[in-house]
């Protein structure tokens, strides 16, 4: 059925006459009749009754409009919702952070979207980069920021930023000493706690090691931020982490924090998406404000963040 010849029918019978109809159409009297018999010729039935005073609707014709003109109503606004949707996206996202970025950003994240995009459900679930990968590719989230993911065939990464890596160290008293100068050898002497090996700072950490001929002693193995801190805090061990990570740690006085000499120790922090998932208009415009973030603390907040510039 011809949607057009619809909606001139619905003029037609609103008007009730083909010649006021036509004058607000636009449209020559003669073209107007001819395209509402076509109408009736597809349907099958008399849709108007045409009389003196002008035309009126036939029963068929009556059922026809209280039919079409809801659908011909949502189709005429299909235009507008699209637009407004595109102005403001709506939908659920779900952002895989791990747990030194989501102290970074989530909450900057969290603020942003609600004041942009009122419509738009974000979740926020965090874990450490390997758990994050996991739930990426397993569509559990929607897009994620980790440490030091490569492309790969059912990744796709774009880097954002370099994070410095820094030797946190507890402030109470240890039963180790923990060394005046801070490199990778020194490192190597003093009791670690670390992510497992399955999560990017620690393949990081290995790497580096591996480079610099030491064996990390690593005393405990923890996948969980909140423990990590609690350990080195204890005096049990110490760690490496970005400064994000112990940011309110620091500022309590409970760690300290020394930058690694020799070659610096970093890592790498890249926006990462399904290969194969099409993205759909919320979740990119959740990708373009993480971004948009990162770029901000670059530009104005280096020192605080630890962050720096990386190449492509």
Known sequence: MDLKRLELLMHVADFGSFSKASTVLGLAQPALGRQIQKLEEECGVRLLYRHGRGVTLTPEGTTLIERARPLLRQLIAIPSELQSELASPRGSVTVGLTPTVCNLLGLRLIRALKQKYPLLHVNVISGYSGYVHEWLVDGRVDLAILHDARRSSTVAVEPLAGAELFFVS??????FSVPATISLSSI???PLVLPTRNHGLRRTLEYAASNAAVTLKVEYEVDTLDLLKEIVIAGLACTILARPAVTKEVRSGVVQINA???????????LATAVGRPLTRAVRVVELELAALVKHMLAEEQEETGLFHVDG
């Open 170 to 175: 507890p402030t109470a008293r240890t039963t």
């Open 260 to 270: 690694v000499d020799g070659p610096k120790l970093n890592t790498r922090l890249v």
């Open 188 to 190: 190597a002497e003093v």
